[in-house]
């Protein structure tokens, strides 16, 4: 239990200001617009509506049926651009830019701007950078990355030199696009660009359209689960249009990727930041719980627990290389627990802890069994230049990929996300077979058999969990061998 006195004075202001952020703040529906409303409803704007009626009818309709539109806000409120702007152009006698950024739309939006500013959302292309060069120029090509890769993660838009947009880099709506102006993310890739629907953000859709595959598959993990059942069965009254949106209150047939990450509950304040309830770190070659950092300017990173969790005012550097001022740190625990509360608003507490030790569980069995042992064993041969530094010029560079990004993910957003099939047959069986069939064989073909086997014996069959690799006389009929005889003869 935390105490005042466990936590230290620093603690405790660490504790208060956490709560503060995320927790004492009465439920929230979406912040009510401060901004005086003289300041949007250009009359100018209107006359974009008539052209655009004609040129772009389907563009024009969307936004007619919008809550902008609802609230007077035209097309040259958010298009609008100074002359000094990079990507301004001139457009039938108006200065705009085609890109709507974040900070376009913080002038109205100000809490979800600050919220989406600090987010792992928002540093979606920084995270993958150190991965582009492999999976993008060695194993593709530059083209795949406008595509695929930044479609989703987003592109660093290039402006050229009379405004317009690169194709390489646009169109876009990448989730963490570097926007002309400097601001990160794209508001449209969730909510549509001229309709910005709140209903289309809250429908799992707007989520697995990136998060799907063998990256992040919780498209399918969502589908295989009891609550994605329940959402197919129930969507008419998930009360998707609400301006309100609480669970409990508004609605409660299921929960979708909104409601468990991002959503309001009675004593859970909902925010754009999409990774504040995360206690785990899932797609990485071996999980470790995670603290989440925020600098007193809303930015924010998350830590490995392994390593000493940060005081409050301390200096820290950010994902971007620059220092930061420690405001908060909410530990792992403190994440699980708010994940917890909303989970009881449809479960009973046993069923919720019971189901977060399961989860927990499969975790730890897929880190010590499989996770560390491969990296160790991967290690190793970098070490004894066995493998060259270059990823994926040798087979088992694909294994070890393969193992803890392709099917170790799946078995843990499997588990995380109550899928059966993905936690086991998708999961966890795919990083056994690719373990023992391919991995292990790939070693003892590389290094040989004297090195193999001391690096099976040190990672692998020194364990109990592998014990059974050191019986291979023990009979089994699963294969047919041995039908009729019992599995301990």
């Known amino acids: 239990m935390l105490t005042e006195q466990s936590l230290g004075r620093s603690g405790h202001w660490t504790l208060f200001a956490f709560l503060f952020l995320f927790v ?107 991965r582009l060069p492999a999976l993008a120029d060695n194993l593709s090509g530059k083209e795949m990355v406008a595509a695929g890769c930044a479609q989703c993660h987003g592109s660093e838009v290039v402006v050229r030199g009379d405004g317009t947009l690169t194709p390489e880099t646009w169109p876009n709506t990448g989730i963490g696009r570097i926007n002309p102006d400097g601001s990160l993310g794209s508001c449209s890739a969730c909510h549509g660009r001229h309709s910005f629907s709140k209903a289309q953000a809250r429908d799992p859709s707007a989520c697995t359209w990136c998060h799907t595959g063998s990256d992040s598959p919780d498209d399918e993990v969502y589908a295989s689960s009891k609550h994605g059942m329940l959402y197919e069965a129930n969507r008419s009254k998930m009360n998707l249009d609400s301006d309100q949106w609480v669970l409990g209150k508004d609605y409660s047939a299921a929960p979708t990727c909104v409601t468990c990450h991002m959503g309001t509950t009675p004593g859970v304040k909902g925010s754009h930041d999409v990774g504040m309830r995360d206690a785990w770190s899932l797609n990485r070659p071996v999980s470790e719980q995670q603290y989440l950092v925020i600098f007193d300017d809303g930015d924010r990173r998350e830590l490995p627990d392994s390593q000493p969790a940060p005081r409050r005012g301390s200096e820290l550097s950010k994902l971007d290389g620059s220092m930061g001022k420690v405001k908060a740190v909410a530990s792992p625990k403190r994440r699980r627990q708010i994940m917890t509360k909303v989970c009881l608003e449809c479960h009973g507490k046993n069923f919720v802890n019971s189901y977060m030790k399961q989860f927990d569980n499969l975790v730890k069995l897929y880190n010590d069994k499989f ?87 040190m990672h692998v069959t020194s364990q109990d969990q592998h014990s059974w690799l050191n019986n291979p006389g023990k009979p089994n009929p699963i294969l047919g061998y041995g039908i009729g005889k019992e599995s301990h003869e």
Request: proline share 5%; with cysteine; glycine share 6%.
């Open 371 to 457: 996770g560390k042992p491969a990296q160790a064993i991967m290690s190793a041969l970098y070490e004894k230049q066995l493998l060259t530094p270059a990823p994926f010029d040798e087979p088992i560079e694909f294994s070890f990929w393969r193992l803890w990004h392709d099917e170790g993910t799946a078995a843990r957003h499997g588990a995380a996300m109550m899928s059966p099939n993905y936690a086991s047959w998708e999961g966890m069986h795919k990083v056994a077979q690719n373990f023992y069939g391919e991995f292990l064989p790939q070693l003892r073909q590389l290094a040989g058999e004297e090195t193999a086997n001391e690096l099976i014996e």
């Open 24 to 130: 004492l703040i009465p439920p929230a529906v979406a912040e009510k617009v401060k901004l005086d409303p003289s300041n949007w409803g250009l009359e100018e704007g209107k006359e974009c509506v008539s052209c655009h009626k004609k040129s772009s009818a389907a563009l024009t309709h969307e936004w007619q049926n919008s809550a902008h539109a609802e609230a007077g806000v035209n097309c040259l409120d958010c298009h609008l651009a100074d002359q000094v702007d990079n990507d301004a152009i001139e457009h039938e006698g108006a200065i705009i830019a085609t890109i709507v950024s974040p900070k376009d739309c913080g002038r109205c939006h100000v809490k979800e701007f600050k919220e989406t500013e600090g987010s792992v959302h928002a540093k979606a292309l920084s995270m993958i950078k150190n």
